[in-house]
């Protein structure tokens, strides 16, 4: 029986309709999905489910915990682990395609081809050192987490404004595909 | 084209001089997590028990699979329905139940059932009465799904699991439709999981439907109001208003409309979830907004009452 909208494939999967029961419905089957991240859900951020798992392709994007080539979780992995709907799945990776962070390979799965991190790992984790040491010195003097966001966030308008158009957009969170490289 | 896995028209039950359900046109398209959501009597076993075949309208039809009618053999060996209880025989073991509805359909895979018990870690020659409550759902379900049906029916399937069986559950329901491409139909009044779950809406109240539609669209197409309370009988005479909250000063209106359409002015728009709406329209039996059916008797696209 041909259904339209019926049957969910992995995206640029190539079409076929055998092995049913080798790949059956696999319950119990956590992670191991050959990709080096998980996705996970905040029921109580109010943020759209497929959004979500957008947001978590970019965040380890940024912090390079996925770069080029690698494996996103197979459609069937996510909904086996986080119990959503698979249309959820493919909507956020329609996304991403769309927004030219990953493609589908057939038969394969959903790669990534283009990343957001603008600065390599040893960098990152030099900017990361210098910023923990900022965040002691804000402790020392009394300032709180909210206070450290709230003047973290000031200062980097502040920044950006200076810097001019080019460099806020690519430092927008969130900002779709400027800082693709 | 895509079909629809289930399709009523006029549709209607009749327990005595009582109507469990009435007047139900719905058009459930395929490739979808359907819910069928309602209060308690609200009509949605009825309704579930009607698309299966397990009992007969009073009134109006109703097809799945693309216009098999309901309780057909055709229809019969595409649609699978899990009912309420997870009905199985406690004295049986899993194999003997696996060999018991092997025998009584006419196609069932039993490799694939075997292999899932034992992904499940349910063993074979345990009786049914001492799995636990987890494992007995997943039992019925792997009954269903051995069948290799299009349609997968579960009435409150979760209800009586615990928060891990629940999300176990679910998930194999979902893996199922992710690997083979079941459409899903289920009842189930917990509000809070549809919204992961879910991506097609069917609201039933006091026996009739009361909305229905892609989740997508119908959180596109509402939107909650916050404002002046005094202000709030002006908007509501003009605007599509749904259920409305007041307090002294504030008022809340959840309304039917567009996010093109500007919020009045000196009023705030805010998207609504998927279980506001629901409870929502819950509690304003009087309020509905229908797509026409499928094969229409009238065209109007949505119609909204006060």
């Known amino acids: 029986m041909n259904i339209d909208k019926g049957t969910i494939r992995e995206p640029g999967a190539a079409a076929s309709g055998s092995g049913d029961s080798e790949n059956g419905p696999q319950p119990g089957r956590k992670g191991g999905s050959g990709s080096p991240i998980e996705f996970r859900l905040d029921a109580a951020s109010g943020v759209p489910t497929y959004l979500q798992l957008v947001h978590q392709v970019e965040h380890a994007l940024r912090l390079g915990y996925l770069t080029l080539g690698d494996q996103l979780p197979k459609v069937r992995d996510v909904v086996a682990a986080l119990a959503i709907n698979p249309n959820t799945v493919l909507k956020a990776y329609k996304e991403l395609e769309t927004k030219g ?20 790992l040893p960098e990152l984790a030099g900017l990361r050192k210098a910023l923990l040491g900022w965040l002691a010195a804000a402790d020392a003097a009394g300032l709180d987490q909210d206070g450290m966001v709230a003047l973290f966030t000031s200062a980097l308008q502040d920044f950006l404004n200076r810097r001019g158009g080019s460099a806020a957009r690519r430092g927008t969170a969130g900002g779709g595909t400027e800082g693709v490289a | 084209m895509s079909m629809n896995v289930i399709e ?42 009607l698309a299966a075949g397990l009992a007969a309208p009073s009134a109006g039809g109703v097809t799945v699979l693309d216009g098999r009618p309901a309780g057909s053999v055709a229809a019969l060996d595409g649609i699978a329905f899990v009912a309420q209880d997870t009905p199985l025989y406690k004295n049986l073991p899993a194999r003997d139940m696996l060999h018991l509805t092997r025998n009584l359909n006419r196609r069932f895979d039993q490799q694939y059932a075997e292999i899932r018990l034992g992904e499940l870690g349910i063993p074979l020659k345990r009786k049914a009465g ?13 009954l269903a799904l051995a069948r290799r049906p299009r349609l997968l029916v579960p009435d ?46 069917i609201l039933l109240s006091r026996g009739r439907v009361q909305l229905a539609g892609e989740v997508d669209d119908l959180l596109a197409s509402h939107r909650m109001l916050t404002g002046p309370a005094a202000e709030a009988d002006q908007y509501a005479e003009r ?3 749904v259920h409305a909250r007041r307090g002294q000063a504030q008022a809340h209106l959840l309304v039917r409309t567009t996010s093109d359409d500007p919020a009045p002015p000196g009023w705030e728009a805010h998207p609504v979830g998927l279980e506001e709406l629901a409870l929502a329209y819950l509690r304003e039996p009087g309020a509905a907004a229908l797509p026409g059916p499928a094969r229409g008797r009238n065209n109007q696209q949505t119609e909204v009452t006060k």
């Open chain 1, 101 to 120: 962070l990953t493609a589908g390979r057939p038969g394969q799965g959903t790669f990534i081809q283009a990343t957001l991190s603008q600065v390599a």
């Open chain 2, 8 to 49: 009523a028209d006029g549709l209607g039950k009749r327990y005595g001089g009582t109507w469990a359900l009435r007047d139900c046109s719905l058009a459930v398209p395929a490739g979808h997590v359907a819910a069928l959501v309602g209060p308690n009597g609200a009509g949605k076993t009825t309704l579930l028990n």
């Open chain 2, 130 to 142: 001492k799995l636990s409550g987890g494992q007995q759902a997943q039992l019925a379900l792997t």
């Open chain 2, 156 to 201: 409150e399937p979760v209800a009586m699991l615990d928060p891990v069986a629940r999300h176990d559950f679910m998930a194999s329901v979902l893996t199922a439709m992710a690997a083979d491409g079941v459409s899903v139909v289920l009842s189930s009044h917990v509000l809070a999981e549809l919204e992961r779950v879910a991506d097609y809406l």
């Open chain 2, 239 to 241: 605007l599509s208003v």
